[in-house]
Each structure stands twice: as structure tokens, then as C-alpha cells.
């Protein structure tokens, strides 16, 4: 039962908004991609649609409050990623390899706007790193009119920047702190005891995860779920972990897109200084800093989705 009439208009209203979305598939390798999209869908729209990336461990519900706040304006859409919500998973370990995750975003965005169409591109936290290595890549960055990251530091200036914190004894403060957050990626490298322990403590471990980064205990995300779907977010990405801790760093590549960053300074997961050489790489950057937990999308939802429009109006009108 809610506690005020408001809360109840409010939540009627996003229901009502989220119940405009079309739900389709998309075929790319031997999996098959589920996204939600506005309805009716028009691939000959002139705006770029906003396109939205989850993180760990998330379906594209994550992003209900901001497909409901941006669609009101823009043509917006999101996708389960492979082995994720209603996607389905690969037949090998090999598909879970970081390419195959830039192939399905490039699938999606021909889906929404033929070979040639752009996009928006707003991801968050293993989203956000994987919205990283598609717009430094030229084959794929021709895809996009802009890039919005939430929670997620560029994957080899993160790495850069801890080497160099482990060289400098007055950066040991921050380096162990990154470490001890950063301590689920080192179980996730153990065999078969993670699985096990999230199959048997879910959902009530997916629950604590999502509270203890923010998401407000009265949010329905916490409530309104895909049981198997969130099950299968909560498991499948353990392979990306895996593959990420010995993935060679490689030498960052100029972002040529306007990029907007959102930096949660209450992280759970991740230090701000992770962030400090992001201007180095995206020329055209866009930067703010919120009070806010790793969920900032959930936790302080309206000012993320303000940022995000205000952004997104700004790179329209410019182009």
C-alpha cells in the first residue's frame, strides 16, 4: 500500500507511460536480443532515439524511469543484454566475449534506424564500459551522435589510473579503498562458488546489492521483477568479470562524440578519482557530480533524467 496519494498518481503515471513501449526482438550471431522501444516505432524519424545500456546486475527495467521521462520528447529504447532478462544466451563461452557485446549494441541500432542512423547512447556501470570501447572504436562511433555514462569509469584509464596510484605512497589510501569495493570482482574469479551462492540467496543478495547502491527501499524496481529474468542478470555477466580482470589494458583512444559524464561521489563500487582523466580522451565532456549512491538513476531519478535531457537538447541543437 503507498503512504500518499502522490506516490500513487506518480506511479500510475509511469506505468501508464512505460505501457507505450513495443517490445521486439533482434537476431545477431545465435542469440536473440530483447528491447523495448517506443510505440509507434518510425526508423524515418529525424531526431537520434536515446538508446539506454544496463549495467550488473540489471534488465533493461533499470531504466523505467528514464524511458518514461525521455520519451515523452525523444524516441527512446533499451535491450537485455545476451544471457540477460529475455534475451537469450549464447551457446558458447566464446559469445561472451567483449565484441560480441559491441555487435549486439550495433545490431540494436540498426533495428531502431537502418545501417546509417545514430543514436544517443546512455549507458550505465558494465553498460557504461562496454559504451566506452564501442564509441573509441571509428567502426562503431560513426553510430552515435552522443555518449552519456553513468557510474562507469573508461575501462583503461581506470586501470591507468590505479597503476599510477600504486606508485605513489600518498594514493595508497585510495587504492586499498578501490580494492576493498572492488572485492566482488575477485570472488567472481572463483569457480562455480559464485553461482552457487547467488542461486541460493536470490533474490533477497540481488535486493541488498540494489539497496546498498542507492536504490530507494520503496522503489517498485525492488518489487516489480522478472524473477528468472533478474536470476539470469544476476549470473550470466560473471563471464564478462572473468574475461575483465586479465583483459590487456590498451592504450585509450580519442572519444571524437560529445560526451556527457555523471559521477556518483557516494559510489559503492567506484572512487570519483577513477574519472580524474576522462578530459584527456573525450574533447567535447560534459561533467557532474552528484550526492548520489552507484544507482543514481533510481536514486535521484528526475535530476539524472534532467541532465540527460538537457544534454542530449544541447548536442541536437548544436548539430
Excluded at 4 to 17: K, S
Excluded at 46 to 59: I, K, M, N, Q, S
Excluded at 154 to 173: C, D, I, Q, T, V
Amino acid at each position: 500500500m503507498s503512504g500518499h496519494p502522490h506516490d500513487d498518481q506518480a506511479r500510475a503515471d509511469l506505468h501508464a507511460e512505460l505501457a507505450r513501449l513495443e517490445h521486439v526482438f533482434v537476431a545477431h550471431d545465435d542469440v536473440s536480443l530483447h528491447v523495448v522501444r517506443s510505440r509507434p516505432w518510425d526508423r524515418g524519424e529525424r531526431r537520434a532515439p536515446v538508446l539506454f545500456l544496463h549495467g550488473y546486475p540489471d534488465t533493461v527495467d533499470t531504466w523505467s524511469l528514464q524511458l518514461a521521462a525521455l520519451g515523452q520528447s525523444h524516441p527512446v529504447a533499451a535491450f537485455d543484454q545476451r544471457g540477460v532478462g529475455r534475451s537469450t544466451a549464447p551457446s558458447a563461452r566464446a559469445g561472451y566475449a567483449f565484441e560480441r557485446y559491441l555487435g549486439d549494441i550495433e545490431a540494436v541500432i540498426d533495428e531502431l534506424t537502418g545501417p546509417e542512423g545514430q543514436v544517443h547512447l546512455v549507458a550505465h556501470d558494465w553498460g557504461a564500459a562496454l559504451a566506452w570501447m564501442f564509441a573509441e572504436q571509428p567502426r562503431y562511433a560513426r553510430r552515435l551522435r552522443s555518449l552519456s555514462i553513468l557510474a562507469g569509469p573508461h575501462p583503461n584509464l581506470m586501470l591507468r589510473r590505479l597503476s599510477r596510484a600504486a606508485k605513489n605512497p600518498r594514493e595508497l589510501g585510495f587504492l586499498f579503498d578501490q580494492l576493498r569495493k572492488s572485492w566482488y570482482i575477485l570472488f567472481f574469479q572463483l569457480p562455480w562458488l559464485p553461482e552457487q551462492l547467488i542461486t541460493r540467496q536470490f533474490p533477497e543478495m540481488w535486493v541488498r546489492a540494489l539497496r546498498s547502491g542507492g536504490v530507494p527501499k520503496e522503489d517498485p524496481l525492488l518489487r516489480e521483477f522478472d524473477a528468472e529474468g533478474t536470476r539470469r542478470a544476476a549470473l550470466t555477466p560473471l563471464a564478462l568479470y572473468r574475461q575483465a580482470l586479465f583483459r590487456k589494458s590498451q592504450p585509450p583512444r580519442p572519444i571524437e562524440v560529445p560526451t556527457c559524464l555523471v559521477v556518483p561521489l557516494r559510489d559503492m563500487a567506484l572512487r570519483p578519482e577513477l574519472y580524474d582523466d576522462v578530459h584527456e580522451v573525450a574533447a567535447d565532456l560534459e561533467v557532474h557530480r552528484l550526492d548520489a549512491n552507484h544507482w543514481a538513476h533510481r536514486e535521484r531519478a528526475s535530476e539524472v533524467s534532467g541532465i540527460l535531457e538537457a544534454f542530449i537538447r544541447r548536442v541536437e541543437h548544436d548539430s
